[in-house]
C-alpha cells in the first residue's frame, strides 16, 4: 500500500458516511446520531488497522470525537436538530468522560503497580529462580518450566514486559545450543506463546480480559475468582498442548542444559512489603466478594501502599503503560456509544441471527475475531467487536442453551489473545523474533495450530461450565 493511502483512507471514509443520507443505510429507523457514531466506528477501526497515528491516539480521538458530535455539552452546531424523530438521543458528556476512570481502568492501574514493585525489587527474577530448580537440566522440562513460570508472571503482569524479562534470562542459555539446533526455536518461541497464553488466566492479564468485564455485569457478572475457576484450567490444557507441539516441532539436540539465574530474594523493609502486598492482593482477588470488595477496590489497595511507602515514586510513574490504559479508555467509550444510541442493537436485529445455527454464530465470531487478532492489536480487535457480540448474545435466544451472552462474550475474548501467528501479532512475538532465533514461518506454523485449537478448547469449556451452572 502506497504510504499517503494510510492517511487517506480512515478520514475519507467517516466523512463519506457522514455525509450520507439517512435513507442509504440498511438500517430501518436509524437516527443521526447513530449515523455518527457509524463514522466515528469506522474511523476507529481504520486507523487501528492501518495505524496513520499510534493506536492509543486514536482512543483519544474517539473520546473526543465522542464529547463534540453525540453529547450533551457537544458543539451547538451538532445539536440543531435536537428534539426531531430522526436526531435520537444525545449521550451524556459525564458518562463519557467517566470511561478514564472506568473501574476497569483502576484494575488495570492496580495490576501495573504490581508489576513495576516486583520487578523494581526483582520478586519476578528471584521466583522464575526458585520455580525453575525442581525441572531440572533435561531440555524439553527446562522449557515446561519456563512456560509455567512466563505464564503465571503473565496472569499478574504485562505480558510484554515477561517476555522481556524471560528473554533476558534466556539469552546465554539460548547461546549453549548450536547454530542450527531447532532448540534455539523452541527456546526463543515457547516463552511468548506462554506469555499470550498465560494472560487469559485472571481479569488483568491482558486487555481483551478487561474489556470483557464491562460487558459482564448483572446477571452475568463473572468476579475475579470465578474468571481463573475457568481461566486458569484453559491456560493449563493450552500449556500442554503448547509445551507438546512446540517439542515435537523443534525437538532440541542439546541433552542437557544449565540455568543459572543468579539473584536473591532482597530482605529491606520496602522488599517485605512488596512481597505481602503482592500476595495480599491476589488473595483478596481470589477470595470474590467473601470480604465484602469486588477486584476494582481491591485493585486501589497496591495502588496507594505503594505510594504511601515510596515503593513507587513519581519516576515510576511515569514508566506506566499509560497507552494501554488509554487504548482501553477509547474501547470503553466506543462501547458506550454503540451500547447507549441502540445502534449495536439496530445492527444486529437487521440480521437474522436466528436462522443460523448457533453454533456457527460462535464459530463465526471467534473466528472473525482470531484472524483480526493476529494482524492488529488484541485490545483494538476486543475493542471493536465486544460492543457488537454483547448486543448480539442479549437478543439471540438460540444462544441460551449454549451460555447466551456470556459464552459469546468469553470465547470471542479468547480469541483475541490467541492472535499469534506473526511476529506483528503481539508485542511477545515480535520480542522474540527480534532475538534472530524464530523466523515467520516457524511462528506461524505453532500460532494457527494453537490458535484453532484454543478457539475450540474455550467453547467446549464454557459451555460445560455453564452446563453445570458455573457461569452464565
Request: charged fraction near 10%; hydrophobic fraction near 55%; charge should be neutral.
Amino acid at each position: 500500500m502506497r504510504p499517503y493511502l494510510k492517511y487517506i483512507i480512515p478520514t475519507l471514509i467517516p466523512l463519506l458516511v457522514l455525509l450520507m443520507p439517512l435513507s442509504a443505510f440498511p438500517f430501518e429507523g436509524m437516527t443521526i446520531i447513530q449515523q455518527r457514531v457509524i463514522a466515528i466506528f469506522l474511523l476507529a477501526a481504520l486507523c487501528w488497522v492501518f495505524e496513520p497515528i499510534p493506536i492509543y491516539a486514536t482512543s483519544v480521538v474517539i473520546i473526543v470525537l465522542e464529547l463534540l458530535l453525540v453529547s450533551n455539552k457537544s458543539i451547538i452546531f451538532f445539536r440543531l436538530d435536537e428534539g426531531q424523530p430522526q436526531f435520537g438521543e444525545l449521550l451524556k458528556y459525564n458518562d463519557i468522560m467517566a470511561t478514564f476512570a472506568s473501574p476497569i481502568i483502576m484494575l488495570f492501574l492496580g495490576g501495573f503497580f504490581l508489576a513495576m514493585a516486583a520487578t523494581k525489587y526483582r520478586l519476578d527474577v528471584n521466583l522464575a529462580r526458585v520455580l525453575l530448580k525442581p525441572f531440572g537440566q533435561n531440555p524439553k522440562y527446562v522449557m515446561l518450566g519456563l512456560m509455567l513460570i512466563t505464564a503465571t508472571f503473565s496472569m499478574f503482569m504485562s505480558n510484554t514486559a515477561t517476555t522481556a524479562m524471560m528473554l533476558s534470562i534466556l539469552t546465554p542459555v539460548i547461546a549453549v545450543f548450536g547454530p542450527k539446533d531447532p532448540g534455539r526455536i523452541a527456546f526463543a518461541l515457547c516463552i511468548p506463546v506462554a506469555a499470550n497464553i498465560g494472560g487469559i488466566g485472571t481479569p488483568i492479564g491482558t486487555p481483551p480480559n478487561a474489556i470483557a468485564l464491562k460487558y459482564l455485569v448483572g446477571d452475568n457478572l463473572i468476579t475475579f475468582g470465578e474468571w481463573m475457576a475457568f481461566g486458569v484450567p484453559f491456560v493449563i490444557v493450552m500449556m500442554a498442548l503448547a509445551w507438546f507441539l512446540i517439542g515435537f516441532m523443534y525437538q532440541a539436540e542439546q541433552t542437557t542444559i544449565d540455568l543459572n539465574i543468579k539473584s536473591k530474594f532482597l530482605k529491606t523493609p520496602k522488599a517485605m512489603i512488596v512481597y505481602v502486598t503482592f500476595a495480599g492482593t491476589i488473595l483478596l482477588w481470589l477470595m470474590g466478594s467473601a470480604h465484602g470488595m469486588n477486584s476494582y477496590t481491591v485493585a486501589l489497595i497496591p495502588v496507594a501502599v505503594f505510594s504511601l511507602t515510596g515503593i513507587v515514586n513519581k519516576e515510576d510513574l511515569k514508566k506506566i503503560s499509560w497507552d494501554v490504559l488509554w487504548l482501553v479508555s477509547g474501547g470503553i467509550a466506543l462501547g458506550l456509544a454503540l451500547d447507549k444510541t441502540g445502534l449495536a442493537k439496530l445492527m444486529v436485529d437487521s440480521i437474522p441471527f436466528d436462522q443460523f445455527s448457533p453454533y456457527v454464530v460462535l464459530a463465526g465470531a471467534a473466528l472473525l475475531c482470531l484472524l483480526m487478532a493476529n494482524f492488529m492489536s488484541h485490545t483494538a480487535t476486543a475493542n471493536l467487536l465486544m460492543p457488537i457480540m454483547a448486543a448480539l448474545g442479549s437478543s439471540m435466544a438460540s444462544l441460551t442453551p449454549l451460555g447466551g451472552e456470556v459464552t459469546l462474550i468469553l470465547v470471542v475474548t479468547f480469541a483475541a489473545s490467541l492472535g499469534m501467528s506473526l511476529p506483528i501479532s503481539t508485542p511477545p512475538n515480535a520480542l522474540a523474533h527480534a532475538t534472530g532465533n524464530v523466523q515467520s514461518s516457524q511462528m506461524a506454523r505453532v500460532g494457527v495450530v494453537l490458535g484453532v485449537s484454543g478457539v475450540l478448547l474455550s467453547f467446549v469449556m464454557v459451555w460445560a461450565l455453564h452446563t453445570v451452572g458455573h457461569i452464565g
